[in-house]
């Protein structure tokens, strides 16, 4: 019909944002009751004409077709009618006694301009669906010619990243934490990936593609794993480093099985409960409160140490936090990267000291990259820093052991 019309439509490739948690959370049958509220709005809101369908799962597509011969007048109508329907979405949902708020990443291709066979269109709009995931979710996104490009580099990361853990191209290093006498009283495990055609690659970088695949279950496990042995290693050497702190992503730790998981590699691998820190993020705790308090209660009666990682840039409310069995809180690098004794970032340094002090739980600075900002921190009364400035991520055999208590 736009080729027959010379004139221009649309196609909407909408996917819901953490449907999987709703579903999880609620049951299959009020999930489907969610579907159903979301495509009745979405129907209400798109014209006669239009076809509204799901395309499975929590996918929906929106065809606008005959939006006019002006190219741009038609971007804006197509973008238009997504701001209506992503507004349509965010509006409170009550299921079951509860409200729900849903947000949606929505992609945009025009056609016949990017593309005219249907497949070609459909695909086109999910590329563009999905990089309205990357910018941060509840997003708005046109295609572009390089969004493909940027699509089949994406997967050819995801390719490589699932040979690099064959490989061994994946590997562990640690950043020192240290004291404000420069002893050292732990490590982080930061995992790297050394490719074997294009060199190092940011953890930025991949990261994200092993959440989105579900790779970061079995890298998860291999970090813990490494960090454990490390802990022996060190152990057998007589060397103290303190704690080794490992990231735990939500994926992993929301597993049924994480307990016991941990567990286990704590008794293949001989480590030292008590040297082992894992590293959560407020949001991954507050997906399941009850659930998060009694995984960690299990593992921290073995010994095992928990911190909240870049605290304050959550969303939480305090009043869970005397809930959680933690050691440590770690502040974010953006209330360090500008800090200065008069600034607003010194207030929130401040509090966190203060609250922290109360609840019994340490407090470290991490992102410290010069002087001034560990002098700052110290006359604030932050007495662990972690970062470029206190010492950069090594090998295991490169750390500064001088440095150890």
Same mark, same amino acid.
């Given at each position: 019909?736009?080729?027959?019309?010379?004139?221009?439509?649309?196609?909407?490739?909408?996917?819901?944002?953490?449907?999987?948690?709703?579903?999880?959370?609620?049951?299959?049958?009020?999930?489907?009751?969610?579907?159903?509220?979301?495509?009745?709005?979405?129907?209400?809101? =798109?014209? +006669?004409?239009?076809?509204?369908?799901?395309?499975?799962?929590?996918?929906?597509?929106? =065809?606008?077709?005959?939006?006019?011969?002006? *190219?741009?007048?038609?971007?804006?109508?197509?973008?238009?009618?997504?701001?209506?329907?992503? %507004?349509?979405?965010?509006?409170?949902?009550?299921?079951?006694?509860?409200?729900? $708020?849903?947000?949606?990443?929505?992609?945009?291709?025009?056609?016949?301009?990017?593309?005219?066979?249907? #497949?070609?269109?459909?695909?086109? +709009?999910?590329? +563009?669906?999905?990089?309205?995931?990357?910018?941060?979710?509840?997003?708005?996104?046109?295609?572009?010619?390089?969004?493909?490009?940027?699509?089949?580099?994406?997967?050819?990361?995801?390719?490589?990243?699932?040979?690099?853990?064959?490989?061994? #191209?994946?590997?562990? $290093?640690?950043?020192?934490?240290?004291?404000?006498?420069?002893?050292?009283?732990?490590?982080?495990?930061?995992?790297?990936?050394? $490719?074997?055609? $294009?060199?190092?690659?940011?953890?930025?970088?991949?990261?994200?593609?092993?959440? #989105?695949?579900?790779?970061?279950?079995?890298?998860?496990?291999?970090?813990?794993?490494?960090?454990?042995?490390?802990? =022996?290693?060190?152990?057998?050497?007589?060397?103290?480093?303190?704690?080794?702190?490992?990231? =735990?992503?939500?994926?992993?730790?929301?597993?049924?099985?994480?307990?016991?998981?941990?567990?286990?590699? *704590?008794?293949?691998?001989?480590?030292?409960?008590?040297?082992? #820190?894992?590293?959560?993020?407020?949001?991954? /705790?507050? %997906?399941?409160?009850?659930?998060?308090?009694?995984?960690?209660?299990?593992?921290?009666?073995?010994?095992?140490?928990?911190?909240?990682?870049?605290?304050?840039?959550?969303?939480?409310? /305090?009043?869970?936090?005397?809930q959680l069995p933690l050691d440590r809180l770690k502040i974010d690098q953006s209330f360090v990267r500008e800090l200065t004794l008069e600034s607003k970032d010194a207030a929130i340094v401040r509090a966190v000291l203060s609250m922290a002090g109360h609840l019994g739980f340490e407090v470290i600075a991490e992102g410290v990259e010069t002087a001034a900002q560990q002098q700052a921190l110290l006359e604030l009364g932050c007495t662990?820093?972690?970062?470029?400035?206190?010492?950069?991520?090594?090998?295991?055999?490169?750390?500064?052991?001088?440095?150890?208590?």
């Open positions: 019909m736009a080729r027959r019309r010379e004139s221009y439509g649309a196609v909407l490739f909408i996917d819901l944002d953490n449907f999987k948690t709703f579903n999880d959370a609620l049951g299959h049958a009020s999930g489907d009751a969610l579907l159903s509220q979301i495509a009745q709005r979405l129907v209400q809101r =798109v014209r +006669a004409g239009d076809t509204v369908v799901r395309r499975g799962g929590d996918e929906f597509l929106v =065809v606008l077709p005959d939006l006019g011969d002006d *190219l741009a007048l038609t971007s804006y109508e197509a973008r238009r009618v997504a701001d209506k329907l992503r %507004d349509g979405i965010a509006e409170p949902i009550y299921l079951g006694g509860r409200q729900l $708020h849903v947000t949606p990443s929505i992609g945009i291709t025009l056609f016949p301009q990017n593309g005219d066979k249907p #497949e070609e269109v459909l695909q086109h +709009a999910e590329v +563009a669906m999905y990089r309205a995931k990357q910018a941060g979710r509840d997003g708005i996104r046109f295609y572009a010619p390089d969004m493909q490009a940027a699509a089949e580099s994406r997967l050819q990361l995801q390719n490589d990243l699932r040979h690099a853990l064959n490989a061994g #191209e994946l590997m562990l $290093h640690y950043q020192p934490q240290i004291d404000s006498l420069g002893r050292m009283r732990g490590v982080e495990a930061l995992l790297r990936w050394q $490719h074997g055609k $294009h060199g190092m690659i940011s953890p930025a970088e991949f990261i994200p593609v092993a959440e #989105e695949t579900g790779l970061i279950l079995s890298i998860g496990h291999w970090v813990l794993q490494q960090a454990c042995r490390q802990i =022996v290693a060190w152990q057998r050497a007589g060397v103290n480093m303190g704690s080794v702190a490992v990231n =735990v992503s939500a994926r992993q730790f929301h597993q049924a099985d994480f307990v016991t998981r941990v567990e286990r590699i *704590l008794v293949e691998t001989g480590a030292d409960p008590r040297r082992l #820190e894992l590293e959560l993020t407020e949001t991954m /705790l507050l %997906d399941n409160i009850g659930e998060a308090v009694d995984k960690m209660q299990v593992l921290r009666r073995r010994g095992v140490r928990f911190s909240i990682d870049d605290f304050g840039t959550g969303y939480s409310s /305090l009043a869970y936090l005397k662990l820093y972690q970062g470029y400035h206190p010492g950069r991520p090594v090998a295991a055999d490169k750390l500064p052991l001088h440095l150890a208590p």
